[in-house]
């Protein structure tokens, strides 16, 4: 698996047709009607500079004039994202699709983050809205599918400022035996688990009009009660309840590098995890999101 990286929307290191995480073209409300806390600040939308757009195509009507399908490209994306914003500021339950959007608001600035194959990536490229949070996104690409992801995603948080997996259920099962690097982890990863209890990519397929053999042989849902696998290795395991419960969890993270003075720990300062793991799990259903997701991309625009 070759490894990708940059900002949003660039281009991954990886082979060719490989892109990274970033979604280009993405557009920050400030996350209207959503607050945060501690370390999360507004996001705040960008300049057509902030685009990475030059002087040439400054919204002049010399350059509209001179550059018509760039500007129609960006009118579309500009009226696009702020569809996907309005529709998931207002959507109070847990769905797949509003994860990769709630993360670009929430994640303190800097964040390393991987993304796991499978439709977490995809979500990322479609729904991830521009920002100034200049999040560090990280992909593998290639042959390897969902192999490695825990194992690739410890070695990013490894002497790095506190990271972030974003992976569904069937990745995160497939490379378990990862989380026995904890022991010699130099820093601290949260992994964000999608279980929604199978392969969801294989929902857009026509095959998942099949039945049988579609749930055993495609969507392989597996039967494992994921706190007692986190016991197991000794690593924190909660359930996410809702959205404000979510941002509770990185609302007081720190990017210091070294541990929290005694001076801090008497006073009863709230701080989020320095070392070691921790699965923050998302329960959802598979069939309904990849409605609302397709629901949510066939939306015809002007």
Known sequence: GEQGSGGAGEQGSGGAGEQGSGGAGEQGSGGAGEQGSGSVGAVRSPSWEGLGVGSAFRSTERSRRSLPFAFNWFDIEKE????????????????????????????????????????????????????????????????????????????????????????GDLAFLHDTNGLLMQAKLKGHLTIVLINNNGGGIFEMLPISQMEPPFEEFFATPQVVAVSSLCQAYDIDHMVIKSWPHLAQCFSKWSFESTPYSREEAKEGVEVGPKEGIRVLEIRCDRRSDNQLRQALLKREWQ
Do not use: C
């Open 80 to 167: 696009v994202r702020g569809y996907f914003d309005r529709v998931f500021v207002e959507m109070e339950d847990l769905r797949e699709p509003k994860v990769a959007w709630w993360l670009a608001r929430y994640l303190p600035e800097g964040t390393p983050l991987f993304i796991s194959n499978s439709m977490p990536v995809r979500d990322m490229e479609w729904f991830w809205p521009l920002g100034d949070r200049h999040i560090q996104p990280y992909v593998n690409r290639g042959a390897n599918g969902i192999d490695g992801i825990v194992s690739t995603a410890l070695g990013v948080a490894h002497r790095d400022r506190p990271s972030v997996l974003l992976t």
